[in-house]
């Protein structure tokens, strides 16, 4: 029988035989067009994660009124920004455990387990009926449910070149569409025995736990997803390459046909380390992942401050909206996210590059933001279409910064490693993202108390702080700091 290392050696075998990656890898020579079905697998799961981050927002003011754990008003900001921090604090501790294990057994298994998390405790979390059980759901689904990282990597290596900047769009698209769907589904479906009475009554079990329907629904959608990806292919090669030239081993090893002796396997596993190890020297990646990691700091305080914002009475400078409100103006947002992502985003890439769309991103959502305060001086008509085509904006912005971002990162390293990279971004951006809620929430809270005082009254304090923090990652796209991969311009 012939060696299958050898015969690679010499060139005579390219693909093996049981390898899903290589499958995926003849796939990818025989159709040179976008990949459909992968993308919309990517897309289904990114949305089932990505609806239970933001869906509590809308209601989690009154979520926490209900509690009765704020001694006044003016301190649920506090309480809430707590139990919006607990999901990402939880995904820090475990980001970089579930890109490591993406990479060493497989994306598909981290998927599937993810989304099992998905369903179990956003529905507990729905059934919460105090502070502490609301925190412990939410930050156990933020420790279990590892899919953002192994999924890019899934984007990145299911897409011929030319479309990766379409499937890190079609992430990104599906992630913001999850963070302003699912915000919607909470403010239009929370307290519906309130909302609507002639179909729900206030002994049901909606009735009887409030904000348990939103929650429901986006469970029930995971749930479709959870049996959705049991289908889906494997990208990751299970065979390691010796290269002939350099002697050193890839991440591809033969499993079913050459198992290695003793020797090899400590070989592998020392380069395996090291590989590891070298991501952190990797500058072109650690630069991105450190600029990202600001602006999702800028992003989730936002997404934490405009709801409460927009449901804080309008003595204290809100806009005394309902939750409906809310759902309506993130269900508008939504609609027009997914249309400039899907349709004008890869054109816009392809002429300007990752790098100049993150940078333009940064730079309008300066003075758009500047506008916040004092939208809230308008009532009516005007209050309604000027705060719509701000959200759509702001959103449409943010999601092309980090689209950007994502690109950067996954051309920065070799495919045996975006499991692992795409690990430490996420626990990084989760460590940044467990401080924006909290400390949007105390910024918000604080801001309250301060309504009539001489410099940046009110909100327009909160507006200048995550201007601010804009500002600094703006100064971060550019060299020294940023350092691009090889085949991306500055």
Not at 125 to 142: D, E, P
Not at 227 to 252: A, F, G, M, Q, W
Not at 400 to 428: C, P, Y
Request: hydrophobic content about 45%; overall charge neutral; aromatic content about 12%.
């Amino acid at each position: 029988m012939v060696d299958n290392r050898e015969a690679l050696l010499d060139g005579k075998n390219k693909y093996f035989e049981n390898c899903p990656g290589c499958k995926i890898e003849q796939l990818k020579e025989t159709n040179s067009g976008v990949p459909f079905k992968h993308l919309f697998y990517v897309w289904v799961v990114v949305l089932a994660a990505a609806l239970p981050i933001s869906s509590l927002f809308p209601f989690l003011y009154f979520m926490i009124r209900d509690f009765h754990i704020a001694n006044k008003e003016e301190d649920i900001g506090y309480y809430a920004g707590y139990v919006g921090s607990a999901f990402m604090f939880g995904r820090a501790l475990t980001s970089i455990l579930w890109g490591m294990i993406a990479d060493r057994y497989g994306r598909k298994p981290v998927i599937v387990f993810g989304t099992f998390s998905v369903v179990t405790f956003n529905t507990l979390f729905g059934l919460s009926t105090n502070f502490w059980v609301a925190i412990s759901a939410r930050f156990l689904l933020g420790s279990l449910c590892g899919i953002l990282g192994p999924m890019r990597a899934y984007a990145s290596e299911v897409c011929h070149k030319e479309y990766q900047a379409l499937g890190m769009s079609v992430i990104s698209t599906s992630w913001g569409i999850g963070l302003v769907i699912g915000p919607a589904l909470g403010g239009f479906l929370a307290q519906p025995a309130e909302k609507f009475p002639h179909i729900f009554a206030k002994e049901s079990l909606f009735g009887r736990f409030p904000y348990f329907l939103p929650c429901f629904l986006i469970s029930l959608f995971a749930l479709g997803v959870l049996l959705i990806s049991c289908s889906l292919p494997e990208t990751l090669h299970i065979h390691k390459r010796y290269d002939k030239e350099s002697d050193e081993v890839n991440d591809e090893l033969v499993t079913s046909t050459c198992e290695p002796n003793a020797n090899e396997k400590v070989l592998i596993e020392g380069r395996h380390r090291t590989s590891q190890q070298n991501l952190l020297k990797n500058w072109p990646l650690m630069s991105s992942i450190i600029i990202y990691c600001v602006f999702q700091l800028h992003d989730m305080a936002y997404a934490e401050i405009f709801s409460l914002w927009a449901v804080s009475p309008r003595k204290n400078g809100g806009l005394s909206y309902s939750t409906t409100d809310v759902g309506e103006v993130l269900a508008i947002s939504g609609c027009g996210l997914l249309l400039f992502q899907l349709f004008l985003y890869p054109l816009i890439e392809r002429n300007l590059g990752p790098v100049m769309v993150s940078r333009i991103g940064a730079v309008l959502s300066i003075p758009l933001l500047f506008t916040y305060p004092f939208i809230a001086m308008l009532k009516g008509l005007s209050l309604m279409l000027l705060i719509d085509s701000a959200s759509v904006l702001k959103n449409v912005l943010s999601v092309s910064i980090t689209t950007g971002l994502f690109l950067l990162q996954n051309r920065a390293v070799k495919q045996e490693q975006r499991g692992t990279a795409n690990g430490i971004s996420m626990s990084a951006m989760s460590l940044f993202k467990a401080v924006g809620p909290a400390a949007g929430g105390s910024l918000f809270s604080w801001a309250q108390n301060r309504g009539n005082a001489f410099f940046l009254p009110g909100n327009q304090l909160v507006f200048f702080i995550l201007n601010i923090i804009e500002v600094i990652g703006l100064l971060m796209t550019f060299q020294p700091f940023l350092a691009a991969p090889d085949d991306t311009v500055l």
